[in-house]
């Protein structure tokens, strides 16, 4: 399988943007630019569970997310599409592929 423009592109800001997290100080990266990438992320990874019943780790394997950093996330993805524990529960609760 050929690797798209679009995955170049990709893992072209994956890089440069892991290299602006590990700088200490304020994170070059604009909150405009999070938002894109959290969006993006957030729409690819549940096209590709549930239109395409693909599963795989939303995070790239050497690289740790820590649960400080799930947890944050989640709960604002929560708050920001009006989500709260009782529809967590819910989607939790659904099988997953294996």
Do not use: C, Y
């Not at 395409?52 to 995070?59: T, V």
């Not at 649960?67 to 659904?94: K, P, Q």
């Amino acid at each position: 399988m050929s690797t798209s423009d679009t995955d170049i592109a990709i893992q072209h800001a994956f890089e440069l943007s892991m290299r602006a997290l590990k700088r200490d100080g304020d994170l070059d990266i604009s909150d405009k630019s999070v938002q894109m990438l959290l969006t993006i992320g957030a729409k690819a990874f549940s096209r590709k569970f549930t239109d395409e019943d693909r599963f795989f780790s939303p995070f790239v394997e050497e690289e740790i997310v820590t649960a400080t950093e799930a947890i944050v996330s989640i709960s604002e993805f929560m708050h920001a599409a009006d989500l709260n524990t009782f529809d967590l529960g819910m989607w939790m609760s659904r099988p997953r592929p294996k």
